[in-house]
């Protein structure tokens, strides 16, 4: 099965700045989609950004980028000009093509120091 | 665009007593998740459905968890008897299912507190 590491449990960064979120995953498929969800703590899982694995171009949304690496099976987020609103719990998600099976990291929080 | 409703949004209950909780996906969506969610921890996925019939189901105790989707549509998870391990948020999730890049769109969840 596959799993999806997250080694950084907690992170900060001051507003406005950049930060990077990192994540790893293992899995034997050669195509598959991987996402970043945002969670408040109102709980509810925002979709940030995601990924088709065949694209080797990354994908951005507005302060929201990633870094790729498929051969490293290597997927992190960059947030660029941090704002209090990006505070939370980051998930790094992998799904499967075939059968849409979803798995998920441990998550990083996230803190936006003013 | 309606989102993913879940009921109740807390619940708390003695261990060995039974629990159900509901959810209702986005209109259309074939594909529908139960996660659970400890905390401090990332989901981990107990059941998948496409449409009316499970896809993976091979992390849900089912010794005391049970799950169905009638009409492939509502779907509802039961506790029975519950644990004190079961305390956790137990999120549902919905997508659109077809080959292709659909992404999971998540309820607000449950918080189940088990004492």
């Known amino acids: 099965a596959q799993t999806v590491t997250q080694s950084q449990p907690e992170m900060s960064v001051q507003e406005a700045e950049t930060v990077t979120l990192s994540c790893t995953y293992d899995?034997?498929?050669?195509?598959?989609?991987l996402f970043w969800y945002k969670q408040p703590p109102s709980r509810q899982m925002i979709l940030v950004i995601r990924?088709?694995?065949?694209?080797?171009q990354n994908a951005t949304e507005n302060r929201f980028s990633v870094n790729f690496q498929k051969a490293a099976k290597s997927f992190s987020l960059k947030i660029s000009d941090s704002q209090l609103g990006d505070a939370a719990m980051y998930f790094c998600?992998?799904?499967?093509?075939?059968?849409?099976?979803?798995?998920f990291g441990a998550g990083t929080r996230l803190t936006v120091k003013p | 665009e309606a989102g993913v409703a879940q009921s109740p949004r807390y619940k708390i209950i003695e261990k060995r007593q039974s629990v159900a909780f509901w959810c209702n996906p986005i209109?259309?969506?074939?594909?529908l998740y139960w996660y659970q969610q400890i905390l401090g921890q990332g989901p981990k996925l107990l059941i998948q459905?496409?449409?009316?019939?499970?896809?993976?189901d091979s992390q849900l105790p089912k010794d005391r968890f049970s799950a169905e989707r009638l009409k492939g549509v509502d779907s509802t998870l039961k506790i029975q008897p519950a644990k004190l391990e079961d305390s956790a948020v137990y999120l549902c999730?919905?997508?659109?299912?077809?080959?292709?890049?659909?992404?999971?769109?998540f309820g607000q969840g449950t918080r189940l507190t088990v004492v």
């Open positions: 990924q088709e694995a065949y694209k080797q």
């Open positions: 209109s259309g969506h074939a594909t």
């Open positions: 459905f496409q449409n009316n019939g499970v896809v993976d």
């Open positions: 899995t034997s498929e050669s195509d598959y989609y």
């Open positions: 999730a919905s997508s659109l299912g077809r080959q292709g890049f659909t992404e999971a769109f």
């Open positions: 998600a992998y799904r499967s093509v075939g059968n849409n099976d979803m798995r």
